[in-house]
Protein backbone atom coordinates (compact mmCIF):
# COMPACT_ATOMS: atom_id res chain seq x y z
CA UNK A 1 0.00 0.00 0.00
CA UNK A 2 1.29 3.47 -0.54
CA UNK A 3 2.55 5.67 1.82
CA UNK A 4 0.58 8.16 1.41
CA UNK A 5 -2.60 5.92 1.26
CA UNK A 6 -1.59 4.38 4.48
CA UNK A 7 -1.50 7.84 5.98
CA UNK A 8 -4.82 8.39 5.21
CA UNK A 9 -6.51 5.50 6.95
CA UNK A 10 -7.64 5.49 11.04
CA UNK A 11 -5.85 2.43 12.25
CA UNK A 12 -2.39 1.47 12.72
CA UNK A 13 -0.86 -1.45 10.71
CA UNK A 14 -1.10 -5.03 12.27
CA UNK A 15 2.38 -5.19 13.51
CA UNK A 16 4.20 -6.61 15.61
CA UNK A 17 4.37 -2.86 17.85
CA UNK A 18 1.03 -3.08 17.34
CA UNK A 19 0.29 -6.68 18.88
CA UNK A 20 2.10 -5.63 21.91
CA UNK A 21 0.89 -2.31 22.81
CA UNK A 22 -2.55 -3.79 22.62
CA UNK A 23 -1.99 -6.61 24.96
CA UNK A 24 -0.49 -3.96 27.19
CA UNK A 25 -3.56 -1.70 27.03
CA UNK A 26 -5.69 -4.56 28.00
CA UNK A 27 -3.77 -5.62 30.79
CA UNK A 28 -3.64 -1.81 31.81
CA UNK A 29 -7.35 -1.58 31.53
CA UNK A 30 -8.49 -4.18 33.70
CA UNK A 31 -6.08 -2.98 36.39
CA UNK A 32 -7.66 0.93 35.75
CA UNK A 33 -10.91 -0.32 35.79
CA UNK A 34 -10.49 -2.51 38.91
CA UNK A 35 -8.44 0.44 40.89
CA UNK A 36 -11.02 3.22 40.00
CA UNK A 37 -14.24 0.81 41.18
CA UNK A 38 -12.45 0.20 44.43
CA UNK A 39 -11.38 3.58 45.29
CA UNK A 40 -14.72 5.34 43.90
CA UNK A 41 -18.65 4.55 43.90
CA UNK A 42 -18.91 2.23 41.24
CA UNK A 43 -21.95 4.41 39.58
CA UNK A 44 -19.56 7.49 39.72
CA UNK A 45 -16.05 5.29 38.47
CA UNK A 46 -18.60 4.00 35.56
CA UNK A 47 -20.05 7.03 34.51
CA UNK A 48 -16.30 9.19 34.62
CA UNK A 49 -15.30 6.17 32.26
CA UNK A 50 -17.66 6.51 30.32
CA UNK A 51 -17.38 10.62 29.61
CA UNK A 52 -13.72 9.93 28.89
CA UNK A 53 -14.16 7.38 26.37
CA UNK A 54 -16.83 9.72 24.85
CA UNK A 55 -14.54 12.66 24.56
CA UNK A 56 -11.61 10.33 23.18
CA UNK A 57 -13.88 8.80 20.59
CA UNK A 58 -14.85 12.26 19.15
CA UNK A 59 -11.10 13.20 19.38
CA UNK A 60 -10.16 9.93 17.48
CA UNK A 61 -13.13 10.55 15.05
CA UNK A 62 -12.19 14.09 14.27
CA UNK A 63 -8.75 13.01 13.45
CA UNK A 64 -7.74 13.31 9.55
CA UNK A 65 -5.79 10.07 9.88
CA UNK A 66 -4.30 7.18 12.17
CA UNK A 67 -2.70 9.49 15.10
CA UNK A 68 -0.42 6.95 17.54
CA UNK A 69 -1.53 9.08 21.07
CA UNK A 70 -5.19 9.88 19.79
CA UNK A 71 -5.68 6.04 18.46
CA UNK A 72 -3.89 4.26 21.62
CA UNK A 73 -5.77 6.61 24.44
CA UNK A 74 -9.11 5.66 22.68
CA UNK A 75 -7.88 2.20 23.24
CA UNK A 76 -7.01 2.70 26.83
CA UNK A 77 -10.45 4.14 27.49
CA UNK A 78 -12.14 1.23 25.54
CA UNK A 79 -10.28 -1.39 27.63
CA UNK A 80 -11.36 0.59 31.10
CA UNK A 81 -15.02 0.82 29.97
CA UNK A 82 -15.11 -2.20 28.12
CA UNK A 83 -13.87 -3.66 31.34
CA UNK A 84 -16.31 -1.99 33.53
CA UNK A 85 -19.35 -3.04 31.43
CA UNK A 86 -18.55 -6.59 32.11
CA UNK A 87 -18.14 -6.57 35.10
CA UNK A 88 -20.93 -4.46 36.39
CA UNK A 89 -23.24 -6.96 34.36
CA UNK A 90 -21.52 -9.67 36.75
CA UNK A 91 -21.35 -7.73 40.24
CA UNK A 92 -24.33 -5.11 39.59
CA UNK A 93 -26.80 -7.65 38.31
CA UNK A 94 -25.60 -11.03 39.15
CA UNK A 95 -25.53 -12.82 35.64
CA UNK A 96 -22.67 -15.82 35.30
CA UNK A 97 -19.79 -15.17 33.21
CA UNK A 98 -21.27 -18.60 31.64
CA UNK A 99 -24.38 -16.63 30.60
CA UNK A 100 -22.60 -13.00 30.14
CA UNK A 101 -19.65 -14.44 27.77
CA UNK A 102 -21.95 -16.41 25.10
CA UNK A 103 -23.88 -12.81 25.33
CA UNK A 104 -21.16 -11.01 24.38
CA UNK A 105 -19.96 -13.22 21.72
CA UNK A 106 -23.20 -12.71 20.16
CA UNK A 107 -23.03 -9.27 20.43
CA UNK A 108 -20.16 -9.31 18.69
CA UNK A 109 -21.25 -11.40 16.10
CA UNK A 110 -24.01 -9.39 15.14
CA UNK A 111 -21.32 -6.34 14.97
CA UNK A 112 -19.46 -8.41 12.61
CA UNK A 113 -22.63 -9.23 10.67
CA UNK A 114 -24.25 -5.71 10.54
CA UNK A 115 -20.79 -4.58 9.47
CA UNK A 116 -19.75 -6.87 6.67
CA UNK A 117 -23.64 -6.52 4.84
CA UNK A 118 -23.51 -2.73 4.64
CA UNK A 119 -19.36 -2.62 4.09
CA UNK A 120 -18.77 -5.64 2.35
CA UNK A 121 -15.16 -6.07 4.54
CA UNK A 122 -14.12 -6.56 7.85
CA UNK A 123 -10.67 -5.43 7.14
CA UNK A 124 -8.96 -2.56 9.28
CA UNK A 125 -7.46 -1.80 5.94
CA UNK A 126 -10.28 -0.40 5.00
CA UNK A 127 -11.06 2.03 7.96
CA UNK A 128 -11.13 5.22 5.83
CA UNK A 129 -14.66 6.18 6.06
CA UNK A 130 -16.41 7.59 9.53
CA UNK A 131 -19.29 4.65 8.89
CA UNK A 132 -16.56 2.45 9.11
CA UNK A 133 -14.91 3.95 11.78
CA UNK A 134 -18.09 3.30 14.02
CA UNK A 135 -18.28 -0.02 12.76
CA UNK A 136 -14.82 -0.65 13.71
CA UNK A 137 -15.03 0.94 17.20
CA UNK A 138 -18.09 -0.80 18.00
CA UNK A 139 -16.48 -4.28 16.95
CA UNK A 140 -13.56 -3.20 19.45
CA UNK A 141 -15.95 -2.57 22.49
CA UNK A 142 -17.82 -5.99 22.18
CA UNK A 143 -14.48 -7.75 22.15
CA UNK A 144 -13.28 -6.34 25.05
CA UNK A 145 -16.30 -6.73 26.73
CA UNK A 146 -16.14 -10.45 25.65
CA UNK A 147 -12.68 -11.13 26.56
CA UNK A 148 -13.39 -9.75 29.94
CA UNK A 149 -15.91 -11.99 31.17
CA UNK A 150 -14.22 -14.94 29.30
CA UNK A 151 -11.14 -13.97 30.90
CA UNK A 152 -12.86 -13.83 34.69
CA UNK A 153 -14.99 -17.39 33.16
CA UNK A 154 -11.61 -18.92 32.94
CA UNK A 155 -9.81 -17.87 35.72
CA UNK A 156 -12.60 -17.85 38.56
CA UNK A 157 -15.85 -19.99 37.39
CA UNK A 158 -13.66 -22.82 36.23
CA UNK A 159 -10.81 -22.32 38.89
CA UNK A 160 -7.87 -22.46 36.47
CA UNK A 161 -6.41 -19.05 38.49
CA UNK A 162 -5.26 -15.91 37.03
CA UNK A 163 -1.90 -17.27 35.63
CA UNK A 164 -2.79 -20.23 33.94
CA UNK A 165 -5.58 -18.52 32.34
CA UNK A 166 -2.87 -16.08 31.04
CA UNK A 167 -0.37 -18.88 29.81
CA UNK A 168 -3.31 -20.91 28.57
CA UNK A 169 -4.43 -17.25 26.26
CA UNK A 170 -0.60 -17.06 25.24
CA UNK A 171 -0.95 -20.33 23.82
CA UNK A 172 -4.56 -19.77 21.95
CA UNK A 173 -3.69 -16.41 20.65
CA UNK A 174 -0.72 -18.05 18.62
CA UNK A 175 -2.66 -20.18 16.87
CA UNK A 176 -4.58 -17.91 14.12
CA UNK A 177 -1.00 -16.78 13.55
CA UNK A 178 -0.07 -20.22 12.97
CA UNK A 179 -3.15 -20.81 10.98
CA UNK A 180 -2.53 -18.18 9.28
CA UNK A 181 1.27 -18.67 8.40
CA UNK A 182 1.07 -22.55 7.86
CA UNK A 183 -2.27 -23.59 6.88
CA UNK A 184 -3.00 -19.90 4.97
CA UNK A 185 -6.59 -19.03 6.51
CA UNK A 186 -8.30 -16.11 5.38
CA UNK A 187 -6.14 -13.30 6.91
CA UNK A 188 -9.08 -11.59 8.16
CA UNK A 189 -10.48 -14.03 10.32
CA UNK A 190 -6.69 -14.42 11.99
CA UNK A 191 -6.92 -11.15 12.74
CA UNK A 192 -9.76 -10.81 14.64
CA UNK A 193 -9.40 -14.23 16.26
CA UNK A 194 -6.22 -13.17 17.53
CA UNK A 195 -7.73 -9.62 18.29
CA UNK A 196 -10.65 -11.26 20.66
CA UNK A 197 -8.01 -13.36 22.92
CA UNK A 198 -6.08 -10.55 23.60
CA UNK A 199 -8.54 -9.21 25.85
CA UNK A 200 -8.19 -12.07 28.03
CA UNK A 201 -4.55 -12.21 27.94
CA UNK A 202 -3.90 -8.91 29.08
CA UNK A 203 -6.56 -8.75 31.85
CA UNK A 204 -5.14 -12.63 32.86
CA UNK A 205 -1.86 -11.67 33.69
CA UNK A 206 -3.01 -8.15 34.91
CA UNK A 207 -5.18 -9.70 37.60
CA UNK A 208 -1.92 -11.98 38.27
CA UNK A 209 0.72 -9.27 39.43
CA UNK A 210 -2.38 -6.81 41.07
CA UNK A 211 -4.93 -9.29 43.11
CA UNK A 212 -3.75 -10.28 46.54
CA UNK A 213 -1.86 -13.79 47.32
CA UNK A 214 -5.06 -15.27 48.63
CA UNK A 215 -6.39 -14.45 45.28
CA UNK A 216 -3.86 -16.29 43.37
CA UNK A 217 -1.99 -12.59 42.65
CA UNK A 218 1.02 -11.51 43.20
CA UNK A 219 -0.03 -8.95 45.62
CA UNK A 220 1.44 -5.96 43.91
CA UNK A 221 -1.82 -4.08 44.08
CA UNK A 222 -4.10 -2.82 40.96
CA UNK A 223 -2.66 0.41 41.14
CA UNK A 224 0.57 -0.55 41.04
CA UNK A 225 0.11 -2.46 37.71
CA UNK A 226 -1.82 -0.06 35.87
CA UNK A 227 0.74 2.54 36.79
CA UNK A 228 3.70 0.33 35.55
CA UNK A 229 1.72 -0.41 32.68
CA UNK A 230 1.11 3.18 31.87
CA UNK A 231 4.62 4.34 31.90
CA UNK A 232 5.61 1.25 29.06
CA UNK A 233 2.47 2.39 27.39
CA UNK A 234 3.68 5.80 26.79
CA UNK A 235 7.23 5.25 25.67
CA UNK A 236 6.04 2.95 23.03
CA UNK A 237 3.36 5.22 22.19
CA UNK A 238 6.27 8.04 22.10
CA UNK A 239 8.30 6.38 19.81
CA UNK A 240 6.21 5.22 17.27
CA UNK A 241 4.62 9.24 17.54
CA UNK A 242 8.67 10.18 16.84
CA UNK A 243 8.86 7.63 14.33
CA UNK A 244 5.75 8.97 12.33
CA UNK A 245 6.96 12.03 12.46
CA UNK A 246 7.58 12.49 8.46
CA UNK A 247 3.64 11.51 8.16
CA UNK A 248 1.73 15.04 8.33
CA UNK A 249 4.35 16.45 6.46
CA UNK A 250 3.59 13.86 3.48
CA UNK A 251 -0.27 13.94 4.09
CA UNK A 252 -0.14 17.58 3.48
CA UNK A 253 1.93 17.57 0.14
CA UNK A 254 0.11 14.77 -1.01
CA UNK A 255 -3.30 17.10 -0.33
Avoid at 61 to 84: C, L, Q
Avoid at 125 to 141: G, K, N, Q, V
Wanted: with cysteine.
Amino acid sequence: MPRTAQALRKVPEASAFFWVTKVLTTAMGEATSDYLVAALPRVLAVAMAGLVLVAVLIWQFRAPRYVPWIYWSTVVMVAVFGTMAADVVHIQFGIPYAVSTPFFACVLAACFLVWYRSEKTLSIHSIDTPLREAFYWATIMSTFALGTALGDLTATTMHLGYFASGVMFAVLIAMPALAYRYLHINGILAFWAAYVLTRPLGASFADWGGKAHSAGGLGLGDGVVSLGLTVVIVILVGYQAIMRGDDTEELQSAQ
